[in-house]
């Protein structure tokens, strides 16, 4: 039958048992909502068996014709019994969806930390349409396992259990006929509820595959439009909806067939009632009030027996869920803290030394983006790094706060190995400026305070004017409180990189990194920059990473990195006197910028031309 329905006979046992087991860690915090579920919940079904045997005990008062005043006091009991049994359903859904909710919050809550600890390199091998799918759609099932799956999960044994006693009490051979066809339901739920398992794990892996595709087409339209791309970007989105498609088709056999066979026990269980029931009250071995209560005690399981087949899904499908968000939430970051940090509370001074650093990407251990690096920056002075496209700058920066790990003993800031350092002490002792600025969709004023949400209205003002972005204010609807929308779509990308420079002035760091933070401005505004940097560099360690010759040539040391090691150091005059590549580097600039001013230059000569 597993066969049939496209599912492996072996299953994953033990990721679902750990996945579980994480999950009953997060309902451990909600004992005394889940112990006040149970508890109305026992109530509750102990009230569902009680309604039938109250019915067969009026009806019992009009069989064997009572006075006027007991029948009522009868009904009365049924009306009272019937109303405290809807109010105990009321709260016990009430407290198991309420700690349901609880626990989907305290997961998420987790999952958005797990994502904040994990370090640059785990981005580059997950992606994130899958990552958003984990923490909506399988959130989600977890919640409903937690809710509607352990409502029914507890309170239907406890109704069978109550609803047998009862039944083996009017009649126990009428009871064991009734329940013949049901032991079959245990071989049923076994083999569909592995297929189901299975094609519901398999759906919420498409459903990540999905998420990311079309997270990808929505983040590239421009280029898509721009390369009139748009058919192939609609193939492949149809290529992976169509395995969702055929996942979610295997699920929905899966998840059909449970029900319909399930929904054949209470049909067989009122087909013996009716012939072997009947037989019994035509002999006189049960009477019709009898008869009453046992038929609707029947009717009472029918119910949660047909619903079972859905909650056996449900649960399947919220233990695939939290299956895979287990496996989320085990990877432990490869950068943390020291498990013995240096402990001290004194301010980093900002002396950097690198000591024969090695750095290379995962999978690419064969290719180093850095080797050999001996460098030593003394506090308070600025290094320029300059090189050509792919020679390991941009790691390099983000090797310095340990955006990537660094190897033990490579790297120093006041002579203490980085590692050793606490993390939160180091990066809030660094400012780091990439050339890819992103702005969070807040306002402009939110993106500059972003490492500083209490930073006065004159502090901000002052970082914007350093960063040479008050000039363009004007042009904002609102000024500085413009919302700058998703990436900072709303500004240049000028303007994005002075508003991530005016970020980082504001934190005054004592390390300041700058990854070529300047290369979407033009020349007059960023040597007003530069001017403006001179006051914020003093005292300050400054890295200056630049392809641009004349964005470093001040810097107190300057080092050319090319294909991963340092290939020359020195000053500016001293690099351009060695004829080596820095000094090829300044010439090929220059000769850049005097073919751009000739260009530029004949550009009114050519258009009086046309006018003429």
Same mark, same amino acid.
């Given at each position: 039958?597993?066969?049939?329905?496209?599912?492996?006979?072996?299953?994953?046992?033990?990721?679902?048992?750990?996945?579980?087991?994480?999950?009953?860690?997060? !309902?451990?915090?909600? /004992?005394?909502?889940?112990?006040?579920?149970?508890?109305?919940?026992? #109530?509750?079904? !102990?009230?569902?068996?009680?309604?039938?045997?109250?019915?067969?005990?009026?009806?019992?008062?009009?069989?064997?014709?009572?006075?006027?005043?007991?029948?009522?006091?009868?009904?009365?009991?049924?009306?009272?019994?019937?109303?405290?049994?809807? /109010?105990?359903?009321?709260?016990? =859904?009430?407290?198991?969806?309420?700690?349901?909710?609880?626990?989907?919050?305290?997961?998420?809550?987790?999952?958005?930390?797990?994502?904040?600890?994990?370090?640059?390199?785990?981005?580059?091998?997950?992606?994130?349409?899958?990552?958003?799918?984990?923490?909506?759609?399988? +959130?989600?099932?977890?919640?409903?396992?937690?809710?509607?799956?352990?409502?029914?999960?507890?309170?239907?044994?406890?109704?069978?259990?109550?609803?047998?006693?009862?039944?083996?009490?009017?009649?126990?051979?009428?009871?064991?006929?009734?329940?013949?066809?049901?032991?079959?339901?245990?071989?049923?739920?076994?083999?569909?509820?592995? %297929?189901?398992?299975?094609?519901?794990?398999?759906?919420?892996?498409?459903?990540?595959?999905?998420?990311?595709? /079309?997270?990808?087409? @929505?983040?590239?339209?421009?280029?898509?439009?721009?390369?009139?791309?748009?058919?192939?970007?609609?193939? *492949?989105?149809?290529?992976?909806?169509?395995?969702?498609?055929?996942?979610?088709?295997?699920?929905? =056999?899966?998840?059909?067939?449970?029900?319909?066979?399930?929904? /054949?026990?209470?049909?067989?269980?009122?087909?013996?009632?009716?012939? %072997?029931?009947?037989?019994?009250?035509?002999?006189?071995?049960?009477?019709?009030?009898?008869?009453?209560?046992?038929?609707?005690?029947?009717?009472?399981?029918?119910?949660?027996?047909?619903?079972?087949?859905?909650?056996?899904?449900?649960?399947?499908?919220?233990?695939?869920?939290?299956? *895979?968000?287990?496996?989320?939430?085990?990877?432990?970051? &490869?950068? *943390?803290?020291?498990?013995?940090?240096?402990?001290?509370?004194?301010?980093?001074?900002?002396?950097?030394?690198?000591?024969?650093?090695?750095?290379?990407?995962?999978?690419?251990?064969?290719?180093?983006?850095?080797?050999?690096? &001996?460098?030593? +920056?003394?506090?308070?002075?600025?290094?320029?790094?300059?090189?050509?496209?792919?020679?390991?700058?941009?790691?390099?920066?983000?090797?310095?706060?340990?955006?990537?790990?660094?190897?033990? #003993?490579?790297?120093?800031?006041?002579?203490?190995?980085?590692?050793?350092?606490?993390?939160?002490?180091?990066?809030? &002792?660094?400012?780091?400026?990439?050339?890819?600025?992103?702005?969070?969709?807040?306002?402009?004023?939110?993106?500059?305070?972003?490492? =500083?949400?209490?930073?006065? %209205?004159?502090?901000?003002?002052?970082?914007?004017? =350093?960063?040479?972005?008050?000039?363009?204010?004007?042009?904002?609807?609102? #000024? @500085?409180?413009?919302?700058?929308?998703?990436?900072? @779509?709303?500004?240049?990308?000028?303007?994005?990189?002075?508003?991530?420079?005016?970020?980082?002035?504001?934190?005054?760091?004592?390390?300041?990194?700058?990854?070529?933070?300047?290369?979407?401005?033009?020349?007059?505004?960023?040597?007003?920059?530069?001017?403006?940097?001179?006051?914020?560099?003093?005292?300050?360690?400054?890295?200056?990473?630049?392809?641009?010759?004349?964005?470093?040539?001040?810097?107190?040391?300057?080092?050319?990195?090319?294909?991963?090691? +340092?290939?020359?150091?020195?000053?500016?005059?001293?690099?351009?006197? !060695?004829?080596?590549?820095?000094?090829?580097?300044?010439?090929?600039?220059?000769?850049?910028?005097?073919?751009? %001013?000739?260009?530029?230059?004949?550009?009114?000569?050519?258009?009086?031309?046309?006018?003429?």
């Amino acid at each position: 039958m597993a066969a049939a329905l496209g599912v492996p006979e072996s299953a994953a046992a033990p990721a679902v048992r750990a996945a579980l087991r994480r999950l009953w860690s997060y !309902a451990r915090h909600n /004992l005394w909502l889940y112990g006040l579920w149970l508890v109305t919940a026992i #109530g509750y079904a !102990a009230l569902t068996v009680a309604v039938p045997l109250t019915v067969g005990w009026a009806v019992e008062a009009v069989a064997r014709g009572l006075p006027e005043p007991e029948l009522l006091r009868r009904v009365l009991a049924l009306v009272g019994v019937t109303l405290l049994r809807g /109010l105990l359903r009321f709260y016990s =859904r009430t407290l198991v969806f309420n700690a349901a909710r609880q626990v989907e919050y305290e997961l998420r809550n987790d999952l958005f930390r797990k994502l904040q600890e994990l370090p640059q390199s785990f981005y580059g091998r997950w992606r994130t349409g899958d990552l958003m799918s984990r923490c909506v759609n399988d +959130i989600n099932a977890v919640r409903m396992l937690l809710g509607v799956g352990a409502l029914n999960v507890v309170q239907t044994p406890l109704i069978y259990a109550g609803s047998l006693v009862a039944m083996f009490q009017i009649d126990w051979q009428l009871a064991l006929l009734v329940l013949l066809p049901y032991p079959a339901f245990i071989a049923i739920a076994r083999v569909f509820g592995r %297929a189901i398992h299975h094609w519901s794990l398999l759906t919420q892996e498409g459903l990540g595959q999905l998420s990311n595709q /079309l997270q990808e087409g @929505i983040a590239g339209i421009a280029v898509v439009k721009a390369y009139g791309m748009e058919p192939v970007a609609a193939r *492949r989105f149809d290529a992976v909806n169509q395995e969702l498609f055929r996942r979610q088709l295997g699920n929905v =056999r899966a998840n059909a067939a449970m029900p319909a066979v399930t929904a /054949l026990l209470p049909g067989a269980s009122m087909l013996v009632i009716l012939v %072997a029931g009947g037989a019994a009250l035509a002999e006189g071995r049960l009477d019709v009030a009898r008869f009453f209560a046992f038929a609707m005690l029947v009717y009472e399981i029918s119910w949660p027996t047909f619903l079972l087949g859905w909650v056996v899904a449900l649960v399947q499908r919220g233990a695939a869920a939290m299956q *895979r968000l287990e496996e989320l939430l085990e990877i432990q970051p &490869s950068i *943390r803290d020291d498990a013995a940090p240096l402990a001290t509370d004194e301010p980093i001074r900002g002396e950097i030394e690198l000591r024969d650093l090695r750095f290379a990407y995962p999978g690419a251990e064969g290719r180093p983006a850095l080797h050999g690096i &001996s460098l030593r +920056i003394p506090a308070g002075s600025t290094l320029g790094v300059v090189g050509p496209i792919g020679s390991g700058k941009t790691t390099l920066a983000n090797l310095i706060p340990r955006v990537l790990e660094v190897p033990p #003993g490579t790297l120093f800031i006041d002579g203490v190995d980085v590692n050793q350092i606490p993390l939160e002490r180091l990066r809030r &002792s660094i400012a780091m400026v990439p050339q890819d600025a992103f702005l969070f969709s807040l306002t402009l004023a939110e993106n500059v305070a972003f490492g =500083r949400p209490d930073a006065s %209205a004159q502090e901000i003002a002052l970082a914007v004017q =350093r960063a040479q972005l008050a000039g363009d204010l004007a042009e904002l609807p609102q #000024g @500085i409180d413009t919302i700058v929308g998703e990436r900072g @779509i709303m500004l240049s990308g000028g303007q994005r990189q002075r508003a991530a420079l005016a970020r980082a002035l504001l934190l005054q760091p004592r390390i300041l990194i700058l990854d070529d933070t300047l290369s979407a401005v033009d020349a007059g505004t960023q040597a007003a920059i530069q001017r403006e940097l001179e006051q914020v560099f003093r005292g300050r360690t400054v890295i200056a990473i630049s392809h641009h010759v004349s964005a470093v040539r001040h810097a107190d040391q300057i080092v050319v990195l090319d294909a991963g090691g +340092i290939a020359e150091r020195g000053t500016h005059e001293e690099l351009l006197r !060695a004829r080596g590549l820095y000094a090829r580097l300044a010439r090929e600039e220059e000769e850049e910028e005097t073919g751009s %001013a000739q260009a530029g230059a004949s550009l009114p000569l050519l258009h009086a031309g046309g006018g003429a």
